[in-house]
């Protein structure tokens, strides 16, 4: 099957970066789509980025724009968020996914993986 696993969390100033990458293994991706998540304690999971791995076609969900970048390397079977100008609001567990399109409905995926919690402070 797939498995997915977050790297590069962690504990960040706010107005700090931190990259975060999604390994994927099991199979090659070719097709589909890489979605990244976020939820933070009480709250639903909440969509941050999506993108597509033959197309490169990426979404961003609105409070990400402008300061988050989603980016693959197929070669490496590897997904990427840039997070740029990190909010205190952005502290969450980020979760990737796989799926066959971009969904903001966490349903819409297939595979998860376990979650990298990041954390930024004020």
């Known amino acids: 099957q797939v498995q997915l696993v977050e790297s590069g969390g962690g504990l960040v100033q706010a107005g700090g970066s931190l990259r975060l990458s999604c390994a994927a293994s099991?199979?090659?991706?070719?097709?589909?789509?890489m979605g990244w998540f976020r939820q933070a304690p009480g709250k639903e999971r909440d969509f941050v980025a999506g993108?597509?791995?033959?197309?490169?076609?990426?979404d961003y969900a609105d409070s990400v724009k402008g300061r988050f970048t989603i980016s693959r390397d197929n070669a490496k079977n590897t997904v990427y968020l840039q997070m740029n100008s990190l909010l205190p609001g952005d502290t969450a567990v980020y979760y990737c996914?796989?799926?066959?399109?971009?969904?903001?409905?966490?349903?819409?995926?297939?595979?998860w993986g376990q979650g990298t919690q990041v954390t930024v402070s004020s």
């Open positions: 099991g199979r090659t991706f070719s097709s589909g789509a």
């Open positions: 996914a796989a799926g066959r399109y971009i969904s903001d409905n966490p349903n819409r995926y297939d595979y």
């Open positions: 993108i597509y791995w033959n197309s490169g076609r990426t």
